[in-house]
């Protein structure tokens, strides 16, 4: 036998059986972005891998260890499977100048890409959906897209979620922040762990985000954003906390959030779960107001959020959330020459009215046909022999109910197969 051709690790199949559980994922995020007014974007799943380093930054996980990049040797091109979203749709609002229109509120949903360590609602190909409003500089824009994801969990019917906001100032604010923490974990050094080391001149705020126990008591005492915060960020923190206390949205501030990408400044979020184990976002963002610049558009605000859609559908199940998978109305079972041919006429028949229809293929009795219309979990089997077929009606049969079966009339099968 010839050697069976796996999955790549950590990329997964979406089986029949789960699918429908993504189609009601899909649709209700369809429905809560239109309620909002988020219009979709599509973008690659490939981009050059500048692209990436640019915005995401050099000195970060995702580009460092993560990247799927690859030189296409058909030119020499440096591309890399997009591992998030937000730099591709700012590259395409820039490309194809949006915002000349106006501040947009967009999104996308697709799979990413990295290449992480596989373990339960960890993957190297995931799913996310992604918002982002470019071109909106207030707290109320922020406030909005929390808002929204509230509406999103109650829609989906998952609890529990906790909201963690924090604030990372201004680049300014930053850069004094970064001058005083390199400062503090100089004196340090020794107790510093290699990655730390690494970081320590190029990115001394990730050494915060360390899981290291033993550099836990160092990382405690750093120094804390919020004392070297411009005024600014300040208010525009505070806004934020405001309106989502009217709304009614309950939060923690944790001003140890550090996001694993670089471009964010001023707010940064995440809606956290204890019931996934150590992947506990399920959904995080922020502002990134330099980024669009950065990339070489002109100076714009923007803020977003992605969640994973994966660890989402995981958290649903575990939040009791019971969905249905849309099963045929009826199955058709037919036996003779006359008979298929009225079968196949009352399939396409049925389906011309809305009716969801499988029609039977492949032959044998009519008991073993009968077996697979209760195994599709259609509502009616809808029985025709030659009988039938020269009466213009069809045996209606219904499978769920314990009601009798009876002979129908062609036109008169629709209206009773929906009600
Ligand atoms: P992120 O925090 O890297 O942010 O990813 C967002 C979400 O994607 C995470 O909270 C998690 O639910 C999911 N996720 C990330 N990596 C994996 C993985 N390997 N397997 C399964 N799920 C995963 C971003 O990607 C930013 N672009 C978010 C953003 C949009 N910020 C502003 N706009």
Known sequence: ????????????????????????????????????????????LVEHTDLFVRSIGEVTDIVEKEMYSFVDHLNNDRLALRPEGTAACVRAVIEHNLLYAGPQRLSYSGPMFRHERPQKGRYRQFHQVGVEALGYSGPDIDAELIVMCA????????????????????????????TRLIKYFEQYAKHLDEDANRRLHTNPLRILDSKNPEMQPIIEQAPKLIDDLDEPSRIHFEMLQLLLREQGVQFEINLRLVRGLDYYNRTVFEWVTDKLGAQSAVCAGGRYDGLIEQIGGKPAPACGFAMGVERLLVLMHECGKEIEPLLPDAYIVHQGEQATSFAWKTAEFLRETGCRVILHCGGGSFKSQMKKADASGARYAIIIGDDEASAGEVTLKPMRLAADQARVDLHALSDLIKT
Request: charged letters at 20%.
């Open 1 to 44: 036998m010839a050697k069976v051709v796996k999955a790549v690790r950590g990329m997964n199949d979406i089986l029949p059986g789960e699918a429908y559980q993504w189609h009601f994922f899909e649709q209700t995020v369809q429905d809560w972005l239109a309620m909002y007014g988020y219009r979709c974007i599509r973008t690659p």
């Open 151 to 178: 509406r999103l969990w109650q829609m989906l019917g998952i609890t529990g979620l906790r909201l963690e906001i924090g604030t990372l100032g201004s680049a300014e604010s930053r850069a004094l922040h970064r």
